[in-house]
């Protein structure tokens, strides 16, 4: 097969001394400039802010949901076709004679890690619980919340958001990234990945518009999710030491100093690990952590043994495989909107109550896997050279799905036999979402017993990997766009400014105005960013075609 390589990279100028060097200024400052804009505004008014940004989230979700639906769909639809059509699929990143950097075992690690791992420690008990209450299938009268006739449709709701859709859209950017760069010696940058269809002109001011929008979505999307991890590790210390300023009895919530003293063990934790780089820190942590996320799915499963929770979780791991594949398309391409006609098994219209369902739910998550992709699409792509596109997207993409649903047949399948056919009473089910984890481990071993404190602190540092592997890995994605690809020149004080800055942001919207600070603030950094990621497909599909794969 023969490659066209008569494409030419954007020129991607870097300073030669001074605090930008090895980066490219105007990509560089104008991120921080943005960045330190919005946190000032935010400090000046804390509550004006929160206000502000929570009428945007509901706004972006109502006027932005069909878009995001639909763009998120097309991600996944050209990376299977990619895949599956032969030519394509036997397309090697790097050249035919590539050998791949990583073990199997090493590169799975790394891109699970960086792509959901924290995600799944709060969201593994979390969501299945969330939807076993209310899912679109109790609104239109289908099933029933809280009753075993909910049980399919939780955990099919459940796979729609961590499915093969989300590692659809990192695996866009990470196989577009990956080909131009390794392909076509280009850059390592976003902006590579649109050269088809934009050529020379990437290397000025729209090329740099371009890595900025990603460096955005990369600053905002991570750092939601590093909200949602610090949060969920001060829960997990104060469950483990019962400390009262982290907790103070009675409240419901972590106090803003813990929370923020969890975030500057991430950070320092990070910025060291980023300086060692990928062969190194990044690798260790994503191979310890993949190591205990397998012994704590292990303690589910043989608890579950004698309960009978390992037989009900395997079981609805394979229907919910089976359901989703069903639904998918319906999932995929179903706009509810308020003004709606859908009609519950009752006659009553439920549009409504459908469509605020969805907003909080599949239109934030594409948004979130969205803001998210800059950073693992660009990690993705920098740990899979001497890969093939099929064997990309078996281990990027559908891999991790079925190692998600693992997660949520057995940590959230435990949770809903707990509470349905146990003694939690509800426990569960009040719990934090960020608590809800440690109330399964309680449940099931009794809290404050040894067993329960060990896996609890097993959990803890469960999390801190997961986060630290996050962090540092989303600093050196950052530092690599901001150099114009160049990921093998790090300057310890860019490290170290970009994972003080990543932490201001996290800091100062968790303190401000909470979870929904930050949730507003990355549904406006994904939105630029889906328009460059379907473009990135578009570019992709023709670049292929040229070199007659």
């Excluded at 990583?102 to 939807?131: C, D, I, K, N, Q």
């Excluded at 594949?325 to 219209?349: H, K, Q, R």
Aim: aromatic share 12%; charged share 10%.
């Amino acid at each position: 097969m023969s490659e066209n390589t008569s494409l030419n990279g954007p020129i991607i100028k870097t300073e030669d001394s001074g605090f930008f060097q090895g980066l490219n200024k105007n990509i560089s400052l104008i991120s921080i400039i943005i960045a330190f804009v919005f946190l000032i505004w935010v400090l000046l008014s804390p509550s004006r802010a929160a206000e502000i940004l929570g009428k945007i989230q509901t706004e972006f979700s109502s006027k932005l949901g069909g878009w995001y639906l639909y763009v998120s769909a097309f991600y996944l639809i050209v990376c299977l076709a990619l895949a599956i059509w032969p030519k394509s699929g036997r397309v090697k990143l790097g050249g035919p004679d590539e050998k791949p950097e990583f073990s199997r075992f090493s590169w799975f690690s790394m891109m699970f890690g960086a792509g959901l791992g924290v995600g799944m420690l709060t969201y593994a008990v979390g969501e299945p619980v969330f939807h076993f209450v209310d899912n679109p299938d109790v609104i239109q009268g289908k099933a029933v919340g809280s009753e075993a006739s909910n049980i399919r449709p939780a955990f099919k709701w459940t796979l729609l958001h961590y499915g093969l859709t989300a590692w659809g859209i990192y695996g866009m950017v990470g196989l577009g990234l990956a080909y131009f760069a390794y392909n076509r010696n280009m850059p390592l940058t976003i902006r590579s990945g649109l050269t088809p269809l934009f050529g020379k002109s990437l290397s000025g001011p729209l090329g740099h518009a371009v890595d900025i929008t990603a460096i955005i979505a990369t600053i905002t999307g991570v750092g939601y999710t590093i909200a949602l991890g610090v949060k969920q590790f001060a829960f997990g210390l104060h469950n483990v030491s019962g400390a009262d300023w982290i907790i103070p009895e009675g409240a419901k919530d972590p106090t803003h100093i813990s929370v923020l003293v969890c975030l500057a063990i991430i950070t320092i934790a990070s910025i060291l690990s980023a300086i060692s780089g990928v062969g190194k820190g990044i690798k260790w942590l994503s191979n310890l952590n993949m190591g205990l996320s397998f012994f704590l799915l292990l303690f589910f499963a043989l608890f579950g043994i004698g309960s009978g929770a390992l037989l009900f979780a395997f079981k609805h791991y394979f229907l919910a495989i089976w359901d989703y594949i069903l639904a998918l398309p319906s999932m995929s391409f179903t706009v509810w909107s308020e003004g709606g006609s859908v009609m519950a098994e009752n006659g009553e219209n439920v549009s409504s109550a459908l469509a605020k369902w969805q907003g909080p739910w599949t239109i934030l998550y594409w948004a979130w896997w969205i803001a998210f992709a800059p950073f693992v699409g660009l990690f993705l792509a920098r740990v899979s050279r001497g890969r093939t596109i099929r064997e990309f997207v078996l281990g990027a993409m559908i891999a991790p799905a079925l190692m998600c649903l693992v997660w949520f047949a057995l940590a959230g399948g435990s949770a809903i036999y707990a509470e349905l056919y146990q003694s939690a009473n509800g426990s569960i089910f009040g719990a934090d979402l960020s608590d809800k984890l440690f109330a399964t481990i309680n449940s099931i071993l009794t809290a404050g017993s040894a067993g329960a404190l060990f896996m609890s602190l097993v959990v803890v540092v469960l999390l801190i990997t997961y986060l630290v592997t996050s962090a540092d890995s989303a600093i050196l994605v950052i530092t690599t766009i901001a150099s114009g690809g160049k990921s093998d020149n790090r300057y310890v004080k860019h490290i170290v400014f970009w994972g003080v800055l990543l932490a201001l942001v996290v800091g100062i919207l968790l303190v401000a105005g909470g979870l929904n600070a930050l949730r507003a603030a990355m549904l406006i950094g994904a939105v630029p960013f889906s328009v460059v990621v379907a473009l990135m497909g578009v570019s992709l599909i023709k670049a292929l075609v040229q070199s007659k794969a």
